[in-house]
T-cell receptor, first 113, second 111 residues
């Protein structure tokens, strides 16, 4: 296992288009998190899954955002009708239940033009 | 809203120097974490602190959980070029199942 994988690493899209990102966590980790990081800021929590259940969503996760983890393994984050303000690094992380210190992936950098 | 204030915002030091940075909050927390982020990568956990007053080392890094539980400190001894990056403190909001990150300290090491 090589850690948390995210795909793609970079995505440039036109405003109004839909985008989808994928995260493959460490295989034995049952928790999966999505964070967003804008330039000069620390990561901000978006949502998390325990196995396939989405247990918490931040108020940052507008109704244009949807995340899934259908089989409790990989997860997808979709942004519909992208806006320029969605430009950011989207980070995925995974952990074991009750464990501190997530393992983060390298992120997907989204640029909306 | 919640805030974790990191100081300084940025540092420029000569290779071999020691570095100190801190993180403060107006609230009490039970877990403090320190992460390092390299350009274009996700954060990597350096040290986790679980007890007020605790002092924990990881190689050249030493972190302390403040006795008031409202702050934490990270020291790097004998800095090397690969220490360059952004250092974030984070707290584990007990029961919230997510991490809240500070604003970061950007470290530049001049060879």
């Amino acid at each position: 296992d090589t850690g948390v994988s995210q795909d793609p690493r970079h995505k440039i899209t036109k405003r109004g288009q839909n985008v989808t990102f994928r995260c493959d966590p460490i295989s034995e980790h049952n928790r999966l998190y999505w964070y967003r990081q804008t330039l000069g800021q620390g990561p901000e929590f978006l949502t998390y899954f325990q196995n396939e259940a989405q247990l918490e969503k931040s108020r940052l996760l507008s109704n244009r955002f949807s995340a899934e983890r259908p089989k409790g393994s990989f997860s997808t984050l979709e942004i519909q009708r992208t806006e320029q303000g969605d430009s950011a690094m989207y980070l995925c992380a995974s952990s074991l239940e009750g464990g501190h210190g997530y393992t983060f992936g390298s992120g997907t950098r989204l640029t909306v033009v | 809203g919640q805030q974790l204030n990191q100081s300084p915002q940025s540092m420029f030091i000569q290779e071999g120097e020691d570095v100190s940075m801190n993180c403060t909050s107006s609230s009490i927390f039970n877990t403090w974490l320190w992460y390092k982020q390299d350009p274009g990568e996700g954060p990597v956990l350096l040290i986790a602190l679980y007890k007020a007053g605790e002092l924990t080392s990881n190689g050249r890094l030493t972190a302390q959980f403040g006795i008031t539980r409202k702050d934490s400190f990270l020291n790097i001894s004998a800095s090397i070029p690969s220490d360059v990056g952004i250092y974030f403190c984070a707290i584990d909001q007990t029961g919230a199942n997510n991490l809240f990150f500070g604003t970061g300290t950007r470290l530049t090491v001049i060879p």
